[in-house]
């Protein structure tokens, strides 16, 4: 039972992530054909975050309540009313509020297939069952800007967003019809408080507080090597929406390939150390990138980067794990991406105000210094902190 519910849980995941990373190259290209400058395609990125953020928490803490599966479902419903949407928008405002209700229906789905995996994992093996569901995100993520770009290029911006329907659709008939009804209420001390105590309660822990700082720093860069990603390229070489779809998606898709491994080095190796390895790559990488002369250098530049999240994203999963067993998994993986959410925000409204400012040359190498200032403290909160006793009661059933 369990390896169906794993399976069928990914392959929902994967297609729902497929669904979003195809609108990737088209969403800031939109956003501008309605005026938005890039203090604009900031603010609409931060409303996905902001409103994602706000209700992960409380998703979250519900779902070790009530149970994951209707979260599940009502998130992929919102997605597949999202995508038909989009297309329809007609001014900046109009996509904000779209973008917002995105976020919400985003709340319902990552931190909830999170709660599930963290749940089936066995102790010891965090990092390798995080590290299959992160293959199922950055393969989705990956392959949809790839996706995207040849939608875009052969039937216009509007298909990719009525692609992103389908398949959010067709995730929602694979949950409502192939994953069972679990989600028993758990007895943990994350599902009996409320979200605002438990927050509490895990921002008093120095070691998650670590956790939960590293997680916000390596966000950060997400909006400038996505969402202003494809304006960089279009200004900087004249390229294709084809051409954007394959830097985003090489680098997606390295993370992806590499996850699995990652993940297993994570549960053998000492989870800071590595940690504080991939930051440094990414931070150096987003340095780098004004430096590139044309496509391919970026490309490569961007594949590094691919490399150096797949050791962060498997290891900060598998730390989250271990937290999520005192907190309940569903608690602690709504405020794990509240976390997310925050470097997304971060990011989204430096990046948006360094582009009008400085320009896109100086955004990238400032926030690789954000984030470098950020995670070098957080690993030595993380590596200063006790690690979290396993009880009997903790260890996962079934």
């Known amino acids: 039972m369990q390896r169906h519910l794993l399976i069928i849980l990914l392959l929902s995941v994967f297609t729902a992530l497929l ?10 290209v939109f956003a501008e054909s309605l005026g938005a400058n ?11 975050s902001l409103s994602r953020g706000f209700c992960q928490p409380i998703v979250g803490n519900l779902s070790d309540r009530w149970g994951r599966r209707g979260f599940l479902l009502s998130g992929l419903a919102v997605y597949a009313v999202v995508g038909l949407m989009m297309p329809a928008a007609t001014t900046v405002a109009g996509l904000i509020v779209i973008r917002t209700l995105h976020g919400v229906g985003s709340a319902m789905i990552v931190p909830v297939a999170m709660a599930y995996v963290s749940e089936l994992a066995p102790v010891g093996q965090e990092g390798r069952y995080m590290g299959m569901l992160n293959v199922a995100i950055f393969t989705g993520i990956g392959s949809g800007p790839l996706i995207g770009g040849v939608c875009t290029d052969l039937w216009g911006m509007a298909s990719a967003f009525y692609v992103m329907a389908g398949l959010s659709c067709l995730a929602l008939l694979l949950v409502l019809f192939q994953m069972p009804t679990l989600g028993i209420p758990v007895t943990k001390p994350g599902g009996r408080i409320g979200v605002i105590r438990s927050l509490m309660l895990m921002l008093s822990c120095r070691r998650t507080a670590g956790i939960l700082l590293a997680r916000l720093a390596t966000m950060i860069i997400m909006v400038p090597t996505m969402a202003f990603l494809p304006l960089l390229m279009h200004q900087w070489f004249g390229a294709s929406a084809l051409q954007i779809g394959v830097v985003i998606a090489a680098r997606t898709l390295v993370n992806a390939v590499l996850q699995t491994p990652f993940g297993r080095l994570a549960d053998r190796l000492d989870k800071v150390r590595l940690l504080r390895f991939g930051c440094l790559i990414i931070s150096g990488i987003m340095c780098l990138v004004p430096l590139a002369a044309n496509f391919w250098v970026l490309l490569g530049l961007f594949v590094v980067l691919g490399c150096g999240e797949a050791i962060i994203w498997p290891t900060l999963g598998a730390l989250a794990t271990e937290e999520g067993r005192r907190y309940g998994q569903g608690s602690m993986m709504g405020v794990f991406n509240l976390a997310m959410s925050g470097g997304v925000f971060i990011g989204a409204i430096g990046a948006g105000f360094t582009s009008d400012w400085l320009g896109l040359h100086w955004t990238f190498p400032l926030i690789g210094v954000l984030v470098l200032g950020l995670t070098l403290p957080a690993t030595m909160i993380i590596s200063g902190a006790k690690s979290p006793q396993i009880l009997p009661q903790d260890l996962p059933t079934g």
């Open 19 to 28: 669904g979003i990373g195809i609108i990737v190259p088209v969403m800031p």
């Open 38 to 48: 890039g203090l604009a395609l900031g603010v609409i990125i931060a409303a996905f």
